[in-house]
């Protein structure tokens, strides 16, 4: 008998052991991983939109127009071309890193949605570049443009007032809802728990003035502002519901928080320095009034440019 009651606190030791190094797994297990800052995502995302979308006017504008024959793509089409390729891996690449996503199907339609939009500003965007080489004024309606005061018949004014239509209006929403829904279901997984709160890192803040500039470029010449400012409202509802559960926006949601917020800024300054001006006004009727920068380039700095060469010659 007295070999069986030595052995009951080895036994005991050994139970409590296990026990307590159980419940040290257990706890080691329940510390959730500190995320990650997608530095290459948001890296291709900056780069691609600046090179692919913001440099087509640019490579306009820089290169000599008689490079290429005008019944032939252009340098800024190829690019644009290289964007309606690119866009849709990137926010395929998105939605993989997103712990939120959508059905199959609504991603497969969402991308087609994409390329199909991009396809028609593509086309439109080519015979816009055209025309003004030959004096179109984007600041005018399609109407006002005295280029297309001489067109004869005059019913081919509304063909051109559908293509505008095909690019501004149907392009757009085809092209920037999934693009902005891409962003929400990402921004949505971009939550930590309270105790691991943490700062924006360094690479972010390197990134934040590029993409919010980009942002900006998306409202202004895009004319996404309502798309724009709704997303940022469910944002940030979205991180007043997420605080009341102890989660607050990791580095990826600070970038991102960040980013919208300084675009926003650009845009309020944007519209008080262009808010007199009565031909942009014209332009851009109704309650919200955000003017496109190709607008007020027409308008005001390609005007000023060919007086400046008119009095050179003079």
């Keep these: 008998m007295q070999p069986s009651v030595r052995k009951r606190p080895n036994s005991l030791h050994a139970a409590a052991f296990m026990c307590s190094r159980s419940a040290g797994a257990t706890e080691t297990e329940a510390v959730p991983s500190k995320p990650r800052f997608h530095l290459d995502l948001w890296l291709g995302f900056t780069v691609q939109n600046w090179i692919l979308d913001v440099g087509q006017p640019v490579v306009m504008l820089v290169l000599p127009a008689d490079w290429f024959p005008s019944n032939r793509p252009g340098a800024a089409d190829y690019l644009h071309i290289l964007y309606n390729i690119t866009t849709p891996l990137v926010l395929l690449k998105m939605l993989q890193r997103s712990p939120r996503t959508l059905p199959r199907t609504a991603v497969r339609l969402g991308i087609i949605a994409v390329v199909a939009g991009t396809s028609l500003h593509l086309a439109a965007d080519s015979i ?3 025309l003004l080489l030959i004096g179109y004024q984007l600041h005018l309606s ?3 443009n005295p280029l297309m005061k001489d067109l004869k018949p005059p019913s081919l004014i509304d063909a051109f007032e559908l293509l505008f239509y095909y690019d501004d209006t149907i392009g757009h929403l085809m ?6 829904l891409v962003l929400f279901l990402f921004f949505s997984g971009c939550f930590a728990h309270r105790k691991q709160e943490e700062t924006m890192p360094p690479a972010g803040w390197t990134l934040l003035v590029p993409n ?5 470029y998306l409202i202004t010449e895009g004319q996404t502002f309502i798309l724009f400012i709704f ?3 469910v944002m940030t509802a979205t991180v ?3 605080r009341r ?3 607050v926006p990791d580095g990826n949601g600070l970038f991102m928080l960040y980013s919208f917020s300084a675009a926003l800024f650009l ?9 007199n001006d009565g031909v942009l006004r014209k332009k851009h009727p109704g309650l919200i009034y955000v003017p496109q920068p190709r607008a007020v380039y027409t308008l005001h700095l390609r005007q000023n440019a060919q007086t400046e060469n008119n009095f050179q010659h003079v």
């Design 245 to 247: 559960r102890g989660m």
């Design 142 to 144: 399609v109407r006002d």
């Design 231 to 233: 997303t940022f409202f």
């Design 128 to 130: 816009t570049r055209r």
């Design 240 to 242: 007043m519901r997420q």
């Design 267 to 275: 845009v309020a300054v944007w519209v008080v320095c262009l808010w």
């Design 212 to 216: 919010a500039a980009y942002y900006w």
């Design 175 to 180: 092209w920037y809802v999934p693009l902005f």
